[in-house]
């Protein structure tokens, strides 16, 4: 496995359902983040880990909850969604946490529809 | 508000043209400035990034930053049909110690065969 991966592709799951988006990245670097991408809005960032410590909580619902057990791994745990919670979750890492040099390199995202 | 403004689009360039991109950001002490390209269903990727005033070039892209304009542009020379794609604007927002980028909305490029 190369660059950074996610799972699933894809999740359909219901307003009661709890469930965890999956992120892992090969490329050695100290920071991740989650961020949702809805049609004709820009990406919002969610959270950031910076060696595993999270360094940004973007005001987001409790109904997210976030997990970094190391620096390659990245999970979004999920319970009790709305159905305007339908978007792409897309996953990315960087080098550091604070340098300015600071490239993101996004997973292929999961596509999720609550219903 | 700390924000990156983009046209929206579409923007219909002819193949073999140059495709001009263009951004505007809010805080004048951004620093580090970053062009995806995201094509249709599937999430961004890294084309180019520039952290000082002036062009950077890397094959058939050229990224221009004025930081006392508050403004980054993107040029596709010599453009391809599989540049058609959305393209999206990213500023580095101070204070670093968080590491957090504003996106732009996009911009859809559409090359015309």
Redesign the interface.
């Known amino acids: 496995e190369t660059g950074v991966t996610q799972t699933p592709r894809h999740l359909v799951m219901g307003m009661t359902n709890k469930k965890s988006l999956k992120c892992e990245q090969h490329l050695g670097h100290n ?1 991740m983040y989650w961020y949702k991408q809805s049609a ?4 919002e ?1 969610m959270f ?1 880990y ?1 060696l595993e410590e999270r ?2 909580n973007n005001s987001v619902p409790s109904r997210f909850s976030p997990e970094c057990p190391n620096s390659s791994h990245l999970f979004l745990h999920l319970h009790t969604l709305q159905p305007e919670d339908s978007a ?1 979750y ?1 996953c990315a890492s ?1 080098q ?14 999961t596509r999720l529809t609550v219903l | 508000q700390k924000e990156v403004e983009q046209n929206s689009g579409p923007l219909s360039v002819p193949e073999g043209a140059i495709a001009s991109l263009n951004c505007t950001y809010s805080d004048r002490g951004s620093q580090s400035f970053f062009w995806y390209r995201q094509y249709s269903g599937k999430s961004p990727e890294l084309i180019m990034s520039i952290y000082s005033n002036g062009d950077k070039e890397d094959g058939r892209f050229t990224a221009q930053l004025n930081k006392a304009s508050q403004y980054v542009s993107l040029l596709i020379r010599d453009s391809q049909p599989s540049d058609s794609a959305t393209y999206l604007c990213a500023v580095k927002v101070p204070p670093n110690r968080d590491d957090k980028i504003i996106f732009g909305k996009g911009t859809r490029l559409h090359i015309l065969p």
């Open positions: 920071a004709k809005k820009p990406l960032l950031v910076s360094v940004e792409l897309l960087s550091d946490g604070s340098g300015i040099y600071n490239e993101q390199f996004f997973g292929p995202g």
